[in-house]
């Protein structure tokens, strides 16, 4: 059978989701886990993988396997291997044809900024600290430059390995709460760094250091060199995917992590 799984961690302490030999990933502790729980070798495969540092409310991975439990034994039983900071919030048994990563539809991700004068020291690894006073009318102005169907070269890492540059952002808006700025960002897929980089930009533009336009200016160069700086890994979230409501997937709604 095949099972998906919706898992949320704190990507503080891995380095990133994929499995590597330099050190511990949140995928290899989660195949781990199954494995026990399985009684065999078990490979997972994910929506998105994310960077060293970065955080999920809502990753989704599939796995395959002929060990028989209940799914509520899969949940109790790879909950019980894991690590405090990692946790499978459901489990569903999936028709073969799902596929974590090339059946998602949209993919959800956040960017949060502590907006204060003196660093925070409560949430100092889920945030990123930005002193300056950011203005949010001046953000979303930016934002609106990079909604649609862009080549986003400009935006992605100088090392991304994808073999387009083009991706669709259907949703780009900055909201506030208190002392938090959240840049919120659905897209039908995204390149190495791409959420990080554009935070970068919005936060330049936020801070008045640039006019709205230059986000245009910078996706039109098509030149990463002409971009911003990459925001900081501990701020970003992957808030979850959408798939074809065929899948019976769990639906939760997804806000700012403090609100």
Same mark, same amino acid.
């Given at each position: ?137 001046? =953000?979303?102005?930016? !934002?609106?430059? %990079? ?6 070269? $400009?935006?992605?890492? @100088?090392?991304? /390995? ?66 911003? =700086?990459?925001?900081? !890994?501990?701020? %970003? ?6 798939? $074809?409501?065929?899948? @019976?997937?769990? /639906? ?8």
């Amino acid at each position: 059978m095949r099972i998906a799984l919706g898992i949320e961690y704190q990507g503080t302490h891995y380095f990133g989701w994929q499995r590597q030999v330099s050190g511990p990933t949140v995928q290899s502790v989660i195949e781990a886990a199954i494995t026990k729980v399985a009684n065999h070798s078990v490979s997972t495969y994910c929506a998105g993988r994310t960077d060293s540092g970065v955080h999920a409310f809502e990753q989704v991975v599939h796995f395959d396997t002929f060990a028989k439990r209940s799914m509520d034994s899969w949940l109790l039983g790879i909950n019980s291997y894991l690590p405090s900071d990692i946790c499978v919030r459901w489990v569903v048994e999936v028709s073969g044809d799902f596929h974590a990563r090339f059946s998602a539809l949209k993919r959800h991700y956040q960017y949060v900024i502590a907006n204060t004068h003196i660093q925070p020291g409560l949430f100092c690894q889920h945030a990123t600290w930005c002193y300056r006073p950011l203005d949010i009318q001046l =953000m979303q102005e930016a !934002a609106q430059y %990079l909604i649609g169907e862009h080549d986003f070269s $400009s935006y992605r890492a @100088l090392r991304c /390995q994808a073999h387009s540059p083009v991706r669709t952002i259907y949703q780009l808006y900055v909201e506030q709460h208190n002392q938090y700025v959240a840049i919120n960002v659905s897209a039908n897929g995204f390149l190495h760094h791409m959420v990080r980089n554009i935070a970068g930009v919005l936060m330049a533009v936020g801070a008045a250091r640039h006019k709205p336009v230059w986000a245009k200016h910078i996706l039109e160069a098509r030149d990463r060199t002409q971009g911003g =700086m990459t925001a900081d !890994a501990k701020g %970003l979230y992957f808030i979850g995917v959408d798939y $074809s409501s065929e899948f @019976l997937l769990p /639906q939760h709604k997804r806000h700012f992590f403090l609100k």
